[in-house]
């Protein structure tokens, strides 16, 4: 691997809260009562600013790919822009990285090995589980205005189609923040479940876990406003 230092040295430019500490996740109650779907507040809001700003300069250049669904590219249900990035293979102790997204996202996969083990606490039938993150991954996605996954989805499929991973959970950062409120004062541009009856706001560092299968359909608040960048990624067990 060669070292990129000079990488490291712009991350060091601003003030790092989560670096090298231990963090407990607290739950947000007040968010998402009476509901399995659990978020918590990434204390690091400059990582998302610096990710916010990276990620948006990748699109801008053309580097991000479109999104697509199970049934591969259909910009009727959804148009995003993304970045796929590795989040288990880095040490954030090396202070070495192999590009520039690879070190910041470091500290993000430290965030959820934290969240896991608490979503794991609070589901005892889970939590001797062995739990693999779906190809290591890390997805950015990143929404210019107007743009959204426009139809209901739930995120569980076949083990084959992800190597043999089952997707049970679902993790989702979004990483800006979206001010806006409908006519009801419900929030725009986050994400809305409709069958527990509640819309997340996009809230910079909200971490949101909730289970993969399909009492739990979503479907994104479009903004036609402002733009919008998430990270996410799926877990659950391998099946061999």
């Not at 725009?188 to 409709?194: E, Q, V, Y």
Request: glycine share 8%; proline share 8%; net charge negative.
């Amino acid at each position: 691997m060669t070292c990129r230092s000079h990488t490291f040295e712009k991350y060091k430019e601003f003030p790092i809260s989560y670096q090298y500490k231990p963090v407990i996740p607290t739950v947000m109650d007040d968010v998402l009562d009476g509901t399995d779907i659990v978020a918590w507040q990434f204390p690091d809001l400059d990582l998302c600013d610096w990710l916010y700003d990276k990620i948006k300069t990748i699109h801008e250049e053309g580097n991000t790919t479109e999104g697509v669904v199970a049934g591969g590219l259909d910009p009727k249900q959804k148009k995003s822009n993304e970045v796929l990035t590795d989040i288990q293979e880095v040490n954030p102790q090396n202070k070495c990285w192999p590009t520039e997204l690879d070190g910041p996202t470091a500290y993000i996969f430290q965030w959820l090995q934290s969240c896991l083990l608490e979503y794991k606490k609070m589901n005892p039938m889970i939590i001797h589980s062995p739990w693999s993150w779906e190809g290591g991954g890390c997805q950015f996605q990143y929404y210019e205005p107007g743009q959204g996954f426009f139809t209901q989805h739930f995120e569980r499929a076949a083990p084959t189609i992800h190597g043999g991973l089952l997707r049970e959970a679902v993790w989702m950062m979004y990483l800006n923040d979206i001010d806006e409120t409908d006519a009801e004062g419900d929030p725009i541009g986050g994400t809305h479940f409709p069958q527990q009856k509640v819309t997340i706001p996009c809230k910079k560092g909200l971490t949101l876990f909730w289970p993969a299968g399909w009492t739990y359909p979503h479907v994104g608040s479009v903004t036609d406003k402002n733009d919008k960048l998430i990270a996410t990624g799926w877990m659950g067990p391998v099946i061999n």
